[in-house]
């Protein structure tokens, strides 16, 4: 094979004349270019560090500082230090070898740098006290106030000229730990509307004991760890909710991006993995400069650093995120083999034709599976206890390690799927359940779960993402997505004949074939059955809602998200007959690793709404339940949610032994309704007038519930909103198809009220 030959520097034989060495001059070029690749890599992360720990100082700001203050000083003949370096020289040895005039340079170096340092810390803690305030967030939809105003101009003062991806990290305030009083109330009243009077009394009577007996112990642990850590809750969160849960990942943790929804840019596989792979290498290359844009009102950037080179490790008792600073390589499945393909040569990222020539390889590969290897994945679908014991048992040592290696240390993973996805209009409802179904979950063995994310990509060119939940959030990984989706047709592009642009390398090694030895012991079938179990009872609708967007909304004068939430809330009324606890993902980034909060959407004035006749008292009310809506959710991003609370206080009740009533009913409670928005964050990469067609469909997750609803949706442009629903066959309760039907029809006569007040107020 070509590329064992050129992996060898040299080669030696003994001969009775000694010994003959042979270099190959060819792999010793590539180990220096690799070496030359690796340092440049490691000053870019020095020179950030450096950046990033000063700011929002600067080394060139420091340079000025000291050019002029030496500047003046000499000119003005002023004695930098003010006789102080005078003073001290009298006791220093170095004295007697310094000139007068050096210790003049010297002195001003100090005391310049000292000013610029304290200059620094004032201007960070200036703007740390400006990020703390939050009472930006309560501005009436689409204006801003006078103050303000006067607050994003002092950020954006504070905030230099340039800021980096991580530069703000040491501004950004941590989380408050909230009062025990107001998360108390603020629980009582989010379920009020859900239980009865006597329900009600009795959980209203176990939350007052809490707060005036166990909860001010729980508390004074809480606000003690608030002042000790980064964030009181980001730790606990990814361990307690993601790295100690037992069951399989797939579908129950793992969520989905989809391609466009009307378009594909190419039909060759091979083509759109290799724009594809080229750009989300390239995004690499920008979070490795930190050059990503931060956003105008400064979030915590912390989720970014694992995005590449992470997989999820299984253990018996947790699961643990290994994260490596570098890899030059990813893995991709095709037909149940595993490769390695190396992104790197030359010292250079290979463009997007030389990774199609690798990708073509891969498929025109005709060798079969070795034993075991073609559902080896499955292992990550199913139950985390039989993984982490057949990855101690049997991928320990020898080849199956080094192939496993070469998986998880990989920068992502890929899998070239072997079947046709997307979206037919002759056939919409089935072909949209089908292409999220795959997405989600696949033939739960060709997507390797644990990685950070794989890059789907379907034999008719059509794509997608699988994302692994525990090191960060959805909108992360939309970024990303939001990127590769913006370079790919537009800025990348293909040939004519669907080909990616440029031309293959002549000299380019092929990809690495991994090679396994599994035993039949190895309980791969058992984990697979769990999977396909629970893939098979995924009830998936997609429904791409074009009646009306959020122009028209915005027209009505309320938030469109609020106005969403009421449309499910009104839809879960007519599905089920009743309403039901509700969740909805908002985020916390603007605290220092910060993630995200609950949103109790259903409240007293959304069920006020779904049980009102009369049209004009219904309108009154959903315009004060979307103005509801909108101050839960902004209490949620400013530190003042519930469910975080609670949730800490139920840990370090667990820690001391302690029992609480309250506590253990509160987090027993289902969330038969789980929702979340998909933000469009970077709308400046797409042209949604001129190409509303070249945008992400959004994505979706699997039920939390049994007998519940899992809603993700998307807002794209003015008038396009895509909904991605899932729930499970096996409840009698539930089906995805007839609660799409209910959400159209709820978004349909919600506008039909605001259209009626407006009829009536022009006559």
Request: proline content about 5%.
């Amino acid at each position: 094979m070509a590329e064992a030959h050129q992996a060898v520097a040299f080669q030696f034989t003994v001969t009775p004349d000694g010994i003959d060495l042979q270099l190959c001059h060819e792999a010793l070029r590539q180990v220096y270019l690799s070496g030359l690749h690796s340092w440049k890599k490691r000053f870019i992360r020095f020179k950030n560090g450096v950046m990033t720990g000063v700011y929002p100082g600067s080394p060139s700001g420091l340079l000025v500082v000291l050019v002029g203050y030496m500047s003046t000083t000499k000119y003005a003949k002023i004695d930098p230090s003010l006789g102080m370096f005078t003073k001290l020289s009298k006791h220093l040895p170095i004295s007697k070898y310094v000139t007068e005039e050096g210790q003049r340079i010297v002195g001003g170096v100090l005391i310049g740098t000292g000013l610029w340092i304290a200059v620094t810390f004032v201007m960070r803690n200036v703007l740390k006290y400006l990020l703390s305030w939050h009472s930006w967030m309560f501005n009436r939809h689409g204006s801003l106030s006078l103050k303000t105003k006067l607050w994003l101009m002092l950020v954006k003062v504070f905030s230099g000229p340039k800021p980096m991806l991580y530069s703000f990290q040491n501004s950004i305030p941590r989380l408050p730990v909230p009062p025990i009083k107001d998360t108390v109330r603020r629980y009582l009243e989010s379920v009020h509307p859900l239980m009865d009077d006597e329900q009600y009394k009795r959980m209203e009577g176990l939350a007052k004991d809490f707060e005036k007996n166990l909860g001010p112990k729980l508390q004074w642990y809480l606000k003690l760890k608030s002042w000790w850590a980064s964030n009181y809750v980001s730790d606990w969160w990814e361990e307690y909710i993601y790295l100690r849960g037992r069951g399989p990942i797939m579908v129950n943790s793992n969520y989905y991006a989809m391609d466009f929804l009307y378009v594909i840019p190419t039909t060759r596989q091979a083509a759109r993995a290799g724009n594809s792979i080229h750009a989300i290498m390239m995004y690499r290359r920008k979070l490795d400069r930190a050059q990503i844009k931060p956003n105008r009102v400064p979030l915590c950037s912390a989720q970014w650093e694992r995005m590449f080179n992470t997989s999820r490790i299984p253990g018996l008792e947790t699961d643990v995120l290994q994260h490596m600073n570098e890899s030059k390589h990813i893995a991709v499945y095709h037909k149940g083999r595993f490769f390695k393909v190396w992104l790197f040569y030359d010292g250079r990222l290979l463009l997007p034709r030389e990774i199609e020539q690798q990708i073509e390889r891969i498929l025109a590969d005709k060798s079969e599976p070795h034993p075991g290897e073609e559902l080896l994945a499955a292992l990550t679908a199913g139950d985390r206890d039989p993984w982490a014991k057949a990855r101690s048992q049997f991928f320990s040592q020898g080849k199956n390690k080094q192939s496993l290696d070469s998986v998880e240390k990989a920068a992502f993973f890929v899998t070239l799927d072997d079947t046709e996805q997307r979206y037919d209009p002759e056939n919409s409802v089935q072909s949209l359940d089908s292409y999220g179904k795959s997405l989600l979950h696949g033939k739960c063995y060709d997507r390797w779960f644990d990685k950070s994310f794989n890059l789907i990509v379907f034999k008719n060119g059509t794509m997608g993402l699988n994302a692994e939940h525990s090191w960060a959030d959805a909108p992360i990984v939309g970024h990303l997505w939001e990127h590769v989706l913006s370079s790919d047709p537009v800025r990348l592009g293909y040939t004519e004949d669907g080909h990616c642009k440029g031309n293959p390398h002549p000299n380019l090694p092929g990809p690495q074939r991994l090679q396994w030895d599994i035993p039949e012991e190895v309980m791969i079938n058992s984990s697979l059955k769990v999977a396909k179990a629970l893939a098979d009872d995924v009830d998936m609708h997609i429904i791409p809602f074009n009646d009306f967007g959020k122009g028209l909304i915005k027209k009505c004068k309320t938030s469109p998200d609020g106005f969403i939430q009421i449309a499910l809330q009104l839809a879960h009324f007519r599905d089920k007959g009743k309403f039901c606890l509700t969740y909805e993902a908002s985020m916390t980034r603007l605290f220092r690793e910060g993630r995200t909060e609950t949103v109790r959407s259903c409240t007293t004035q959304t069920s006020t709404v779904g049980l009102t006749l009369m049209r004009e008292e219904k309108l009154k009310l959903l315009k004060v339940a979307a103005e509801k809506h909108q101050d839960l959710y902004r209490l949620a991003m400013t530190g003042k949610g519930i469910d975080r609370h609670l949730f800490c206080l139920y840990l370090v009740s667990k820690y001391l032994g302690e029992d609480s009533a309250f506590l253990k009913e509160v987090l027993s409670e289902p969330w038969r309704l789980s929702t979340s928005q998909t933000p469009l964050q970077q709308v400046d990469l797409f042209d949604l007038k001129r190409h509303p067609e070249y945008v992400t469909s959004g994505g979706g997750f699997g039920p939390v519930a049994d007998d519940g609803y899992g809603v993700s949706y998307i807002i794209l442009g003015e008038d396009l909103i895509n909904f991605h629903i899932s729930s499970k066959h096996s409840s009698p309760e539930t089906d995805s198809h007839r609660f799409g039907s209910n959400i159209r029809q709820a978004m349909l006569d919600m506008l039909d009220l605001f259209q009626f007040d407006n009829k009536a107020s022009n006559k």
